[in-house]
Structure formats: structure tokens, C-alpha cells
């Protein structure tokens, strides 16, 4: 793929290039804070810090620069150039998981001063075509779903929207609201797991699998399955909602290494918001309070109930496809 493949408009400073993580990476991380720091979540703060991190390690970027296309990192795309200086920017991360080859297009970044000239659309173009030149079976994209802009300019390139998934942090202020009668709280026991990994399944769709790494391999219960926690220092809780004898919600947390714990929770289809209510507050009000908790969760999807359990919506992001 080179910058000649690509149509620009007379009127549109600089060039594009392909990203050269051994030079670029610093500017890289510099232009998406810029563009993204109103929005930025403490993920994306520890992404940009990983990314400046890996820009002072030589021998790593030359090592990743070679084998950029088999791991999943954000080391190949094109740059916008304008006078020496990265004023545009796209990542193409690869991922492999079941024989099919996934490629995700992700920061699309233009600063503020070249809006509006058609960057962002020509590194996207770009990066689409450098997919395929690679044999992608699939290519995705993450868009804000307040971005109505970029949601346009993504339609118009041939991606459909499949997916709409908001995420939740909890809040230390915010109140948590009285919880329905009838609905206990206990662990979980080995037998609530096909139940729970069913409904897992059903929030988190198999067509963004690729992306999750096969997370659920934690939640097993098993002797086995707790010793390779163990080993991988993971540690994992679980908690479940019943009404009577019948289990109606549940919920695991998986302790992160830093000051934010991933819950993932999930409920029965027929309608049980009471208790996943119940369960995320108490899960809630049993954190630490410098400790964050991290929700995903289908969009708009129990909204009421979740934020009535005391969490917040930091975004909501489309998942959208190529045709």
C-alpha cells in the first residue's frame, strides 16, 4: 500500500505514510490525547502510557515491527504528515482466533486544526484496503455513539453497524436506591455455571468473541480451573441473585492488577432488572471505595436498573463491520 493508491483533495495539506512505530509512536500518543482526552477513561489513560512506555524500548519496537501482523497491538497503520509534523493517525490491530483472520481499525485521529478536509476518511480508506491486502476475513471499527459525524463517514465507507455496547463505572457518590423484597445474595456454587455462562453468551455476542481473549475460561468453576487462576495470579469472585429457589441473576469480578476490577453480569431473559438491581448494589457497596468497577453491558439494555445501582454511563460504542 502506498500514499500514490490514494486519491487527496488539492486542498489538503501534507501526505499520508505508513506508521513507523520506532519513530512515531510518541506523536501517535500525543495526537489521540489530544483528540480523545475529554473522553478518555482510565483504560485509555493506561493505553496512551503503555504506548509511550513501549516508544522508549528500541529493541521491543524493532522486534514488534517484524512481527506486527501476528500480534495484537497497535503497531501498523498510516500517519498523516504535514511538514514533519503527525497531524492524522489510524491503527490496524490484527487478531487471530479460530482460524479467521480479524483486523480492527481503531485511533482514527485528526487534530483539531485539519478537520474537515477529508484526513480521517483517506487513513480509514487506507487502512480498509491495507486489511485486505492482507486476507482479512473480517474488519471492524469502535465509534461513539454521540459521534454522529464519524458514524456517517463509517456508513458511507461500507461499515453496518452489528453492536451497541454501553460501558459503566461505579461512583462512590452516587446513591444507591432501595432494592426489591424477595431477592437473596450468596456465592455462587458449582451448579449456577451452565445457567450463568448461558446468559453470558447471550449479553456478549460469539461475532466480537475475537476480542474478549475467551474470557469465561475464568469463571469455570473446578478445582483445576482455581489452581490456573492461582498460577496466573487471577483472582476471580462470583455472586448470585435468586427469588425463592430460582437463580434469576449473576455476577463475576475479575481483580485487576491496578485500581480497576472487571464485573460481568448477566441476568434471566425474562425480565429480572429487581435483582440484577440487587446484585450490582451489593457487589457495589461491598468494594472498596478507591477501587473502581468496570461494566459492560448491551446498550440501553437495564439501564435503569444498573445506574440505580449506583453506576454511572462513561460510553457507548457501535461495533461495526465492513461489508
Known amino acids: 500500500m502506498t500514499a500514490s493508491a ?114 480521517g476518511r483517506l487513513l480509514t480508506d487506507a487502512a480498509m484496503k491495507q486489511a485486505r491486502n492482507k486476507h482479512a476475513d473480517e474488519i471492524w471499527l469502535q465509534v461513539r455513539e454521540d459521534n454522529p459525524g464519524a458514524i456517517t463517514l463509517y456508513e458511507e465507507l461500507g461499515f453496518r453497524e452489528l453492536f451497541r455496547r454501553t460501558t459503566y463505572h461505579s461512583s462512590s457518590s452516587a446513591p444507591v436506591l432501595p432494592v426489591a423484597q424477595g431477592i437473596q445474595i450468596r456465592s455462587r456454587r458449582a451448579t449456577d455455571w451452565p445457567r450463568q455462562n448461558t446468559w453470558l453468551e447471550r449479553l456478549h455476542p460469539q461475532g466480537i468473541s475475537w476480542y474478549y481473549s475467551n474470557f469465561w475460561n475464568v469463571f469455570q468453576p473446578g478445582l483445576m480451573n482455581t489452581l490456573g487462576n492461582f498460577l496466573a495470579d487471577i483472582n476471580v469472585d462470583h455472586w448470585i441473585a435468586s427469588r425463592g429457589s430460582v437463580m434469576v441473576a449473576a455476577a463475576s469480578v475479575i481483580y485487576g492488577r491496578d485500581h480497576v476490577d472487571t464485573l460481568w453480569a448477566a441476568a434471566s431473559p425474562d425480565g429480572s432488572n429487581d435483582a440484577l438491581h440487587a446484585l450490582l448494589s451489593r457487589i457495589r457497596s461491598s468494594m472498596s471505595s478507591r477501587r473502581g468497577l468496570l461494566l459492560e453491558y448491551p446498550a440501553h439494555l437495564s439501564e435503569d436498573a444498573i445506574q440505580a445501582a449506583g453506576f454511572v454511563v462513561h460510553r457507548t460504542l457501535l461495533w461495526m463491520k465492513a461489508d
Request: one cysteine or more; proline letters at 6%; aromatic letters at 8%.
Open 6 to 119: 490514494i486519491a487527496v483533495s488539492p486542498d489538503t495539506p501534507g501526505r499520508i505514510r505508513s506508521l513507523n512505530p520506532v519513530r512515531d509512536l510518541p506523536a501517535v500518543a500525543d495526537l489521540v490525547e489530544i483528540c480523545f482526552q475529554s473522553t478518555m477513561d482510565r483504560d485509555g489513560k493506561r493505553y496512551l502510557q503503555d504506548m509511550r512506555r513501549s516508544a522508549e524500548n528500541t529493541s521491543f519496537l524493532q522486534w514488534a515491527s517484524r512481527t506486527a501482523d501476528t500480534i495484537s497491538l497497535p503497531l501498523t497503520g498510516f500517519v498523516w504528515e504535514d511538514g514533519g509534523r503527525i497531524v492524522g493517525n489510524v491503527s490496524l490491530i490484527p487478531y487471530n482466533r479460530r482460524n479467521k483472520r480479524v483486523f480492527l481499525i481503531a485511533n482514527v485521529a485528526t487534530h483539531p486544526e485539519y478537520r474537515r478536509r477529508g484526513i
